[in-house]
């Protein structure tokens, strides 16, 4: 099955500092989503980005689905900005279930 | 507006006791719906989806089960929780035809410590 990795597993940025998140898959995929654990652990959507690039805000987010890597990009971080970003992947013979990477637990100090 | 709810928030049983986590979805109709669990550390582990009422996939074998007896309704239940069923459980529903039918959604989660 498909394989997910993100890196880097954990980050420590100063406030207003810049960062980015990677995301690599083994397939092919048609489902790409970021999300945005908090500290209570909800898991909120960034971004549904199977291809192409997006933003919102201060965050956006580009996927190049034919070299197998999407890209995370969080400006002028705040302190809100602090916990685990996922990405999950799903393709076209497993479109119900995501596959998820293990994260990258952001630290944003004041 | 699409809104999923899971309850309860958080959930202390001892070892042996029954097991009933609810989750409900509005706004939508004939959702894919599903239950996760997040162990200590990050991974999201897929335990059952439901693609109608009634049918129900396992993913993982273990002492949990998964019902759908309403189109927007999932429960996950257990018999006898085992210490090793304590983690965060999470629900997600995907279908929303008139946006990105595989987009998630996720509830706020409930967390389970088992005693």
């Known amino acids: 099955g498909i394989q997910v990795e993100q890196s880097p597993p954990d980050l420590i940025l100063q406030e207003g500092a810049n960062s980015t998140l990677r995301c690599n898959f083994s397939?092919?995929?048609?489902?790409l989503q970021w999300f945005h654990q908090n500290p209570w652990g909800q898991l909120i959507n960034l971004f549904y980005?199977?291809?192409?690039?997006k933003q919102n805000g201060r965050l956006s987010a580009t996927t190049v689905a034919t070299e197998r890597y999407s890209l995370l990009y969080i400006s002028s971080s705040q302190t809100t900005d602090s916990g685990v970003y996922f990405c999950a992947v799903g393709n076209a013979g497993n479109n119900r279930k995501l596959i998820w990477g293990l994260g990258t637990s952001l630290a944003v100090n004041p | 507006s699409q809104t999923i709810h899971q309850w309860p928030a958080t959930l202390v049983q001892p070892v042996g006791s029954p097991l009933s986590l609810e989750c409900t979805v509005e706004?939508?109709?004939?959702?894919?719906l599903y239950w996760y669990r997040q162990a200590a550390g990050r991974g999201l582990q897929l335990l059952f989806y439901?693609?109608?009422?009634?049918?129900i996939s396992s993913e993982v074998p273990q002492n949990l089960s998964a019902s759908r007896p309403q189109d927007r309704q999932f429960i996950l239940s257990s018999k006898k929780l085992l210490l090793s069923d304590s983690g965060f459980y999470l629900c997600a529903w995907t279908g929303d035809r008139a946006r990105r039918g595989d987009e998630a959604f996720f509830g706020q989660g409930t967390r389970l410590t088992v005693v």
């Open positions: 980005i199977p291809s192409g690039t």
């Open positions: 397939d092919s995929v048609n489902n």
């Open positions: 706004g939508t109709s004939n959702p894919n």
């Open positions: 439901s693609v109608g009422i009634g049918q």
